[in-house]
């Protein structure tokens, strides 16, 4: 795949991973976020099984740790996402989720024991202080003080899933480790579900077509396909992609989902695109693009 393919794809990927905070948090008002989870990556895998059963029967060891290692990392992931976005706006919880962006350099930093570029600096600076800015925003929240912190703990592993699947793609199936992730998640979930007495099927024609969405839009192809296209791609500038979550999120949770604009929170969603979009233009700068 061309890089330029590669980065169309991984756009729409995170535009479709994007509408989940909305449909999640809709559904949220109905079930426990880890019966939610655990549906939702087992009907991903059970769907994506069948129509690439092939794959998952040639599946090699390196397919199969890639998809352990991501599983067990995104799990961590969305666990934080879903219990931070039940307390705060799905909007700001995007945005403060895909810092991600800047800590991607950072972690590398820290891995090769070198110092961030300045910029990198600048864009982490900006992207704290806008944070703070949606942490007053969402005061009035109950807990929105907990969300905030779990929102930043997703941001965090976030960064080290984008990391991990740099790597772990390289020697093996992309489509397939995408599969094998969904499947771990899954089941994990559902573990955590079973053992807390919240598992039990959906309920109704609303429950069942948010989680078709967040099935076949958000999963199947939102996560699958991330692999696919970060397989082409260093880990930073696929993290650069991740700005269209969440100014898909927040889109959606304004022109949706009613969530209110105040000025503390438009100078809180600037600072952050704003952090995202300078080290864009570094990493483009860099790739000659």
């Known amino acids: 795949m061309k890089p330029i393919s590669a980065k169309l794809l991984l756009t729409a990927v995170f535009v479709a991973r994007g509408t989940s905070f909305l449909f999640s948090k809709i559904l949220m008002n109905t079930m426990s976020p880890m019966n939610i989870l655990a549906v939702r990556f087992i009907l991903a895998f059970l769907v994506l ?10 599946c090699s060891k390196n397919s ?27 909007g700001v919880s995007s945005l403060i989720e895909n ?16 110092l961030p570029k300045k910029k990198t600096m600048l864009c982490a600076l900006l992207a704290v202080v806008g944070v703070g800015c949606l942490s007053l925003t969402q005061s009035s929240c109950s807990g929105g003080g907990l969300g905030i912190v779990l929102m930043i703990l997703a941001a965090l592993t976030y960064a080290a899933c984008i990391m991990a699947t740099e790597k772990v793609t390289q020697d093996a199936d992309p489509v397939t480790v995408g599969m094998l992730q969904l499947g771990v998640m899954g089941l994990l979930c559902l573990i955590v579900a079973l053992a807390s007495g919240d598992f039990s099927l959906p309920q109704g024609s609303q429950q069942w077509g948010m989680l078709l969405l967040l099935v076949l839009l958000c999963s199947c192809f939102g996560f699958t396909f991330q692999p696919v296209g970060q397989k082409y791609l260093p880990a930073e500038t696929a993290a650069v992609f991740t700005v269209v979550n969440p100014l898909t999120a927040s889109v959606m949770g304004i022109v949706i989902g009613g969530e209110g604009m105040s000025f503390l929170k438009l100078v809180g969603y600037v600072l952050i695109l704003l952090a995202l979009l300078l080290y864009n233009l570094k990493t483009n700068a860099s790739d000659g693009a």
Do not use: N, Q, W
């Not at 962006?101 to 950072?106: A, C, E, G, L, T």
């Open 49 to 58: 099984a069948v129509i690439f059963h092939k794959k998952l029967l040639a």
């Open 64 to 90: 199969l740790k890639g998809g352990l290692i991501l599983g067990v990392l995104y799990t961590v992931c969305m666990i934080f996402e879903m219990y931070g976005l039940r307390l705060i706006d799905s």
């Open 99 to 114: 810092m991600a962006i800047v800590m991607v350099p950072i972690y590398a930093a820290i891995l090769t024991r070198t």
